[in-house]
């Protein structure tokens, strides 16, 4: 059973349009959702998050867009440069303890063309 | 920021052999420490969860007898992949918990059996 299911798998956009990764999950408990961007060949880094008491972040050119009824989320990346070209990774957890797991989508893959 | 290293970056191992990673983290003490391998599809797996002084708590298909984990400190854990086979290679990656919340991963190792 997948908790935590993004989408599109892959996704390709021109340099300087807005990227639209969506994330959507099963558990009611989860209350933290952070994002990870991973080039390859290297680990996942933490690149923006957000707790459940919010419905958007922002961070630089990255916002998330949260919505605890539908259970789902989204991260804009505005003006997507070709460095931004990697895999993004929704994952979910339940904060409140401090034993709580990570549980991580499938990713999206990102190509961003010049 | 927060900084986890990782060593080795990369490993080969004969089957049936047994080899070592370590995660360090710098800068910052870890309420928790997780350990994950990331398949060749990008998937992730999670091994298990430790915290300091408390027992380890290892996912179902992973057990201690093949996974052994050391977590001494705050800012340290090793974990040994004993009797390595084909279907332990993947990337292993260690990720260290900040506050309760964020999590913080290393670069990995990679893991090849041959």
């Known amino acids: 059973q997948q908790q935590v299911r993004q989408s599109p798998q892959s996704l390709t956009v021109w340099e300087g349009e807005t990227a639209i990764l969506n994330c959507s999950y099963e558990?009611?408990?989860?209350?933290?959702f952070p994002w990870y961007q991973q080039f390859p060949g290297e680990g996942p880094a933490l690149l923006i998050a957000?707790?459940?008491?919010?419905d958007k972040k922002e961070d630089g050119g990255f916002t998330i867009f949260f919505n605890k009824r539908e259970k789902n989320l989204s991260l804009h990346i505005k003006d997507s440069q070709p460095g931004d070209s990697a895999t993004y990774f929704c994952?979910?957890?339940?904060?409140?303890?401090?034993?709580?797991?990570?549980?991580f989508g499938q990713g999206t893959s990102l190509s961003v063309v010049p | 920021g927060a900084l986890v290293y990782q060593y080795p970056r990369r490993t080969i191992c004969k089957s049936g052999t047994s080899m070592r990673m370590e995660c360090q983290a710098v800068?910052?003490?870890?309420?928790?420490v997780a350990w994950y391998r990331q398949s060749p599809q990008k998937t992730f797996e999670l091994i298990a969860l430790?915290?300091?002084?408390?027992?380890?708590?290892?996912e179902q298909n992973f057990t201690q007898e093949k996974f052994p984990i050391s977590h001494p400190n705050l800012s340290f854990s090793s974990m040994t992949v004993l009797n390595a086979y084909l279907e332990d290679r993947g990337l292993y990656l260690c990720?260290?918990?900040?506050?309760?919340?964020?999590?913080?991963f290393g670069k990995g190792t990679r893991l090849t059996v041959v």
């Open positions: 994952a979910a957890s339940a904060a409140s303890s401090s034993f709580s797991k990570l549980v």
């Open positions: 558990n009611s408990a989860f209350d933290y």
């Open positions: 957000i707790r459940s008491v919010s």
């Open positions: 800068g910052f003490q870890a309420t928790s």
């Open positions: 430790s915290t300091v002084n408390s027992a380890i708590k290892y």
């Open positions: 990720g260290a918990r900040v506050r309760n919340t964020e999590v913080f």
